[in-house]
């Protein structure tokens, strides 16, 4: 349940039929959210197949129509379509007349404000950018997990209690985000989970590609250390070889990349970049150390595919290279 104090009666928005328009995975969710606070889906529209099937799942017996109609219908319009769909899709709904006086728009995306929707103010809309900070599935669950889930909130002052009443009745914690401010919240948040995505989708290629009949066991529980350990320490968090400038493991494990994943090369580097600037400002890295591991990273990334040029023993290129038997650089 949301820890967020519930607004007083007189902040709560008054039952309020849901419109939904774009039934992708965000809009449904939403509504259902909204109908268990009391409030009454209407009408939604999606075009494709899948959308119609999430539109069924998530909100059963509400029936299908257009954008127009939608709006005809509803006091409280969700607009849940992709970032670059939702300009035009505002001007379109505003020029043909479609919104109403007094009608509640709220938008989803992270990348906008409520900026977006001056069309439809001008034409008497209340604007809102209610945006969950959530992934989404499109199933039952995604509703469940809208429990304490933050939301970025973004709406001229008079509307900002509504606003945040709405949050709350959905199960969301409101977090207030300047429209000035809205593109870099949503790169922080593309970076943070997108990428995530990515990253462990990679280590578990790799881990298959080492024999590991189950990485998503062996990452489980390291990846879940790891996430609360950054989240409760930040930089402190930190670990690896990275963090403790060992630049002969860093390379070999450059040079292994090359020969098993090479589309993973240029990602580890960067990543590995940006953890030694960070493990040096915290004072987790030595700069004695920084200078070879930062070498390494540099020369990473102009090796040859082949791995060509490396020690047969700590596979670092020879201006760094550190060989097993602790023998100084350059040697072989």
Same mark, same amino acid.
């Given at each position: 349940m949301s820890t967020?104090?519930?607004?007083?009666?007189?902040? $709560?928005?008054? +039952?309020?039929?849901?419109?939904?328009?774009?039934?992708g995975r965000v809009g449904p969710a939403l509504a259902a959210a909204l109908q268990l606070a009391g409030h009454r889906p209407v009408a939604v529209s999606g075009v494709s197949d899948a959308s119609r099937r999430r539109a069924a799942l998530l909100l059963p017996d509400v029936p299908l129509m257009s954008p127009a109609q939608v709006l005809e219908r509803a006091d409280l319009v969700l607009l849940t379509v992709p970032d670059d769909t939702l300009p035009g899709l505002v001007e379109g709904l505003a020029e043909t007349g479609a919104v109403r006086p007094g009608q509640l728009l709220v938008h989803t995306s992270g990348r906008y404000g409520a900026r977006v929707l001056d069309p439809a103010l001008r034409a008497g809309a209340l604007p809102l950018a209610?945006?969950? %900070?959530?992934? =989404? @599935?499109? &199933?039952?669950?995604?509703?469940? !997990?809208?429990?304490?889930?933050? =939301?970025?909130?973004t709406a001229p002052e008079e509307l900002r209690l509504a606003a945040e009443a709405l949050v709350i009745e959905m199960g969301g914690e409101p977090e207030w985000i300047s429209e000035e401010s809205r593109p870099l919240y949503h790169a922080a948040l593309a970076l943070g989970a997108n990428h995530l995505v990515t990253l462990v989708a990679e280590s578990m290629d790799l881990l298959r590609a080492a024999g590991v009949e189950a990485p998503d066991r062996m990452l489980g529980p390291l990846l879940g250390a790891a996430l609360d350990?950054?989240? +409760?320490?930040?930089?402190?968090?930190? &670990?690896?070889?990275?963090? $403790?400038?060992?630049?002969?493991?860093?390379?070999?494990?450059?040079?292994? /990349? !090359?020969?098993?994943?090479?589309? @993973?090369? %240029?990602?580890?580097?960067?990543?590995? !970049?940006? @953890?030694?600037? +960070?493990?040096?400002?915290? #004072? /987790?890295?030595?700069?004695?150390?920084?200078?070879? /591991?930062? #070498?390494?990273?540099?020369?990473?990334? @102009?090796?040859?595919?082949?791995?060509?040029? !490396?020690?047969?023993?700590?596979?670092?290129?020879?201006?760094?290279? &550190? $060989?097993a038997d602790g023998a100084s650089a350059g040697s072989w």
């Open positions: 967020s104090p519930q607004p007083e009666p007189k902040d $709560r928005p008054a +039952r309020l039929g849901v419109g939904v328009v774009g039934a209610l945006h969950p %900070a959530m992934t =989404f @599935t499109g &199933t039952p669950v995604d509703v469940q !997990r809208l429990a304490g889930c933050s =939301f970025g909130v350990n950054a989240l +409760r320490s930040g930089d402190a968090a930190l &670990t690896g070889p990275v963090a $403790r400038g060992d630049a002969g493991t860093v390379a070999a494990h450059v040079a292994e /990349l !090359r020969k098993h994943a090479p589309q @993973t090369v %240029a990602g580890y580097l960067a990543m590995a !970049r940006a @953890t030694a600037d +960070r493990a040096l400002a915290h #004072g /987790l890295l030595k700069p004695e150390l920084a200078e070879d /591991l930062l #070498g390494v990273l540099a020369d990473g990334a @102009t090796l040859p595919a082949d791995g060509s040029d !490396r020690c047969p023993s700590c596979c670092a290129p020879p201006t760094t290279c &550190t $060989r």
